[in-house]
């Protein structure tokens, strides 16, 4: 594939979708599969690899660059927060087990049960009231 048929298409005016149709002047139109040349290739690599050892930073990717790191960390994120979130409360679990003895622990929940129906009642009686 020739390096003028790799790059998206814009242009003004309607433009034929390789499906079939026309495509709106502010679509792009990406081939099935982008490449780049080997040289490009090898540059964002090596620059991935630099950013993972730490040998770079977030802060010199230009914004083009950072876009796609933006749009993976969120993505990859999103996808784990629950296992985050369960293992976040598993790790507050067992530190309250490990540092504290059964009484002190019924202490801590029941202080916390009666924070939050506190909590409750202030917003209920507080929304009746007002």
């Known amino acids: 594939m020739s390096a003028k048929n790799n790059r998206p298409s814009s242009h003004t005016g309607a433009v034929k979708d390789p499906a079939g149709g026309l495509i709106d002047s ?3 139109v990406y081939p099935a599969r982008i490449h780049l040349t080997p040289s490009a ?5 090596q620059l991935a690899k630099d950013l993972m050892l730490g040998r770079c930073a977030l ?6 660059l950072l876009q796609f790191w933006s749009f993976g960390y969120s993505t990859g994120r999103a996808s784990r927060q629950e296992a985050i979130d369960n293992l976040s409360a598993e790790n507050d679990r067992l530190y309250l087990r490990a540092y504290n003895s059964p009484e002190k622990i019924r202490e801590i929940y029941q202080r916390r049960l009666d924070g939050h129906f506190e909590r409750e009642a202030a917003l209920y009686y507080g929304e009746v009231s007002a």
């Open 59 to 64: 802060d010199q990717l230009p914004s083009c």
């Open 26 to 28: 502010n679509s792009t």
């Open 41 to 45: 290739t090898e540059y964002l690599e």
